[in-house]
């Protein structure tokens, strides 16, 4: 083939080339700019040839090297993305901070908790936020007149249809009847929850808080066992090791009573969190009343347990030296990231 054959065959060959991929674009700098290229070869024998074809081709020759050349230079800068930095990024900005998330105070102490039984035997239940009067009040042996159901505590929701009402649930209690309608004992279950009553909203009280259930119910369960078991989380929770039962009352145990923690009087907070008497109330709590049973199919005769329930925005508040209730509702993002540190 002459030399002005291979010059115009190569002028075509150039032009035409194409590449799709970095990889092609490689394959074609190999092949004619590589150093048992194309051009290489040409060039060795361009040596050879008249000087007459030499005045006419060389130039050419040049000319088509750089236009593979920056063929290639503008393919790979195409097509090879990781090595092209976008011109509308500036890379000496300082990155952007990824800022881990924090657990809800609430949901500190609701899992605190929640290990604490979990260590003996108790599982988590739950049940919904809006109730049947049956579920919150009924079964609970609420007389149909409690003052608990009262327009003053309840939120109550109208069916526009005039059928049954429902409520927002009062308390976690709800959820030991749907538990005992449809699980057989033994029984062990904690039910943390959202509940909601028609109380003012202050620094020291909110219509929304959170409640733990807690239901043990199994053959010759009895008061000593509540008092053991509430000694263990005390202990576990608060490191105090000191309780009492206050005789209380609520529909649905019998004997019912009020757990208190003896907190202790060494300084002044202890004064303040337990208002100068050293002790601090802690729930609910009480065997479970034998109607309470019943109304939930479980033979009292055989069976018997124990129920207590606990807020947690006390401890909260406590633990996390938190002065106002409504911050823990507030979601407020400056409130909730200092809990980062905490988990
Ligand atoms: N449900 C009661 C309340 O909200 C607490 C409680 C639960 C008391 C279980 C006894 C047993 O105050």
Request: hydrophobic share 35%; with cysteine.
């Amino acid at each position: 083939m002459s030399f002005a054959k291979r010059i115009e065959t190569l002028k075509n060959q150039i032009e035409s080339a194409q590449a799709t991929t970095a990889e092609e674009a490689e394959e074609f700098r190999i092949k004619y700019l590589g150093s048992k290229g194309v051009f290489k070869s040409l060039f060795v024998d361009f040596k050879q040839v008249t000087s007459e074809e030499k005045r006419l081709f060389g130039k050419t020759l040049n000319l088509l090297k750089t236009k593979a050349e920056s063929k290639v230079s503008q393919w790979k800068a195409e097509l090879n993305t990781h090595q092209k930095p976008d011109a509308n990024v500036d890379l000496t900005r300082p990155g952007m901070l990824n800022e881990p998330g924090a657990k809800h105070p609430i949901s500190i102490i609701k899992d605190e908790i929640i290990d604490i039984f979990h260590a003996i035997g108790f599982s988590v239940a739950e049940g919904p936020e809006i109730e049947d009067d049956w579920h919150n009040f009924s079964a609970l042996n609420f007389p149909p007149e409690h003052p608990a159901r009262d327009m003053q505590d309840t939120f109550f929701i109208k069916d526009p249809n005039g059928g049954e009402d429902f409520v927002l649930r009062t308390h976690t209690s709800s959820v030991q009847v749907r538990t005992m309608e449809t699980q057989k004992p033994p029984i062990r279950i904690i039910a943390p929850g959202r509940v909601f009553r028609n109380e003012a909203v202050s620094a020291r009280s909110h219509c929304i808080f959170h409640q733990i259930e807690g239901l043990y119910i199994d053959k010759g369960v009895t008061f000593a066992d509540m008092k053991q078991t509430l000694e263990y989380f005390a202990n576990a929770f608060f490191g105090k090791s000191k309780i009492r039962l206050r005789p209380s009352y609520f529909p649905f145990t019998e004997p019912s009573a009020e757990m208190d923690v003896y907190w202790g009087l060494e300084n002044e907070l202890d004064h303040r969190i337990t208002k100068g008497t050293g002790w601090l109330e802690v729930m609910g709590c009480g065997m479970v009343d034998p109607a309470v049973l019943e109304s939930c199919g479980i033979d009292s005769e055989t069976y018997s347990g124990f129920a207590f329930g606990m807020g947690l925005e006390r401890s909260a508040m406590q633990r996390f030296q938190i002065p106002d209730i409504r911050m823990i509702f507030e979601n407020d993002t400056r409130f909730l990231k200092q809990f980062q540190s905490v988990i």
